[in-house]
């Protein structure tokens, strides 16, 4: 059948063993629907796993209703199941609740919830996330206002791929503009001091 290719797969991508558990096979039926473009049936198994606690599933069903994939687009149901999954610690899902409230789509816009999602998600080495927390601090929002924190974020960022590089890249240098070259060479040192403790030093 089609979706035996890509569910094994996702099994390699999940490191999952050939003999799943109860709900890991049908975790990876609707990733191989999902990868496959058949987001009826993804929605199908995703929606029972999630509702039994599932963070995959629970991210993924977020993005689905997200982005209307299979179902009708609910930025609010979005929201639900990200802040589900994004509390088990699923940083996919965290980046994208704390875009949601960026944003004010499904939740009422508040800057201060984008900054707290973010930072979770950031953490953990999400590159959209350090992003996110790069323009929050350049422009105070949620936080107060830090150029050396949001260079700092825009470095991470980049290094990490984030979204739109170039872009990020462009909101770095417009930052660094704005400051002095003492203050560039402390966000560059926190940049590595954060990245070297894998997160856990950032302040």
Sequence with gaps: MKWISSACMGAVLLGCAVSAPAGEFELLRGLAAYLDGDYPLAYEEFRPLAEQGDKVAQERLGWLYDNGLGISQDHAEAAKWYRRAGEQGNWDA??????????????????????KWSRKAAEQGSAAAQYMLAVLYGLGQGVLQDQVRAHMWANI??????PNSPELRDIRDKFAREMTRDQIAEAQRRARECMESNYTNCD
């Excluded at 960022?157 to 984030?162: E, F, P």
């Design 94 to 115: 965290q980046s994208k609740l704390g875009l949601l409230y960026y944003q004010g789509r499904g939740v009422p816009q508040d800057y201060t919830e984008a900054a």
């Design 157 to 162: 960022a980049t290094v990490n791929g984030g």
